[in-house]
């Protein structure tokens, strides 16, 4: 039985699922299996992983009956899957060079925790690379980052809730029946699903996924009503928290969710100016509804969001906009807008985060 299995869900990714796979089979070990998941993709993605999978033993095709989207791919990879744990890894992005042998020789290692958290790397369409905050978050935690549990260390919730930066153990995954959803923002109930139900958890600081945001494939960066589904899905998640008692854990999630709805209630690239101010009441709305005792709104935005002022909010928008804008104008012209990034050799990239 292979240690690590990854499960790549497939879908209209010809222009890039070579590279990703390069990417995993890299490394030449043999404790690893990938199981790619062709969800009815009508391109030639299919083709590209059956020849893969003809050239190397440790690839294995999977196909769905009917294309159900990312989230019923990967429960399908899940399924199928044979390794003591899995990394879904998306098939537009990569895998860092040694992440594969870093990550199997952790798993083999006497005390591996039921979760890894590893670092990653965004890719933006213009080839800069910016890595994210874990090893700064690692920084300032006040346990073993090799080995803990969640309530230890409440600060490690808002470090993403994307799949592709978590590694964990299959059978806590299948004994604990969590499968990914419908619809959209389907990472944030298996996410916390995934937090509330593991013993411990492990962080990797070695970068070791490379995340492409592709605009043209980005549900982010799509404006469109199906961006109400996250209320769905936080819904989702506070019910599979009902038996989590403990003030602390709910808190920080709670931190996290009203941090969540404001950015996705503040970015034009999702919500049209016509949709804003229900989403405004329906983030209001869920907010009250799980408010822990013990939180306290932290700013402006989640003051004015408890108070369900929508028309001050709307007021300070357009005032931090302006702001914002001046300074932009005032900026000196030999001041870069931001610090320089290093490049990568690659070019496009994939969605964002929240």
């Given at each position: 039985m292979a240690e690590l299995s990854v499960v790549v869900p497939v879908f209209k990714a010809e222009q890039y699922l070579a590279d990703c796979l390069r990417s995993v089979l890299q490394s030449p070990t043999e404790r690893m299996e990938v199981v790619v998941v062709d969800d009815c993709s009508p391109d030639d993605s299919g083709r590209i992983a059956a020849e893969f999978a003809r050239r190397d033993s440790r690839v294995r095709l999977s196909r769905t009956e009917a294309n159900g989207g990312s989230g019923a791919a990967r429960n399908q990879g899940l399924r199928q899957a044979t390794g003591e744990y899995v990394w879904f890894v998306d098939a537009d992005d990569r895998v860092a060079p040694g992440a594969v042998e870093r990550i199997v020789e952790r798993i083999g290692a006497d005390r591996c925790p039921d979760l890894l958290l590893i670092q990653h790397s965004r890719i933006s369409s213009d080839g800069v690379q910016r890595p994210a905050f874990l090893p700064r978050l690692a920084e300032e935690s006040p346990v073993d980052t090799d080995f803990f549990a969640l309530q230890q260390w409440t600060g490690i919730i808002p470090y993403t809730h994307t799949p592709w930066t978590k590694i964990a153990r299959r059978e806590l995954l299948a004994d604990g029946g969590l499968e990914f959803p419908s619809g959209w923002y389907t990472d944030i109930p298996w996410t916390y699903g995934l937090l509330r139900r593991v013993n411990s958890i492990g962080l990797v600081l070695e970068e070791s996924y490379l995340w492409h945001q592709r605009p043209q494939s980005s549900i982010t960066l799509t404006q469109d009503r199906k961006h109400f589904d996250v209320f769905v899905q936080w819904e989702r998640t506070w019910r599979d928290w009902d038996a989590v008692e403990d003030d602390g854990l709910r808190t920080a999630l709670f931190e996290h969710m009203v941090w969540h709805l404001l950015i996705v209630m503040g970015n034009t690239d999702r919500i049209v100016p016509?949709?804003?101010?229900?989403?405004?009441?329906?983030?209001?709305?869920?907010?009250?509804?799980?408010?822990?005792?013990?939180?306290?709104?932290?700013?402006?935005?989640?003051?004015?969001l408890l108070a369900r002022s929508f028309r001050s909010y709307m007021f300070f928008r357009w005032v931090w906009r302006l702001v914002r804008l001046v300074r932009g104008r005032r900026r000196p012209r030999s001041e870069p807008p931001t610090p320089p990034q290093r490049r990568t050799s690659r070019s496009p990239a994939s969605s964002i985060e929240a």
């Open positions: 016509s949709h804003r101010r229900e989403f405004f009441l329906a983030a209001h709305d869920i907010c009250a509804r799980y408010r822990p005792p013990s939180w306290k709104p932290k700013g402006l935005k989640q003051r004015l």
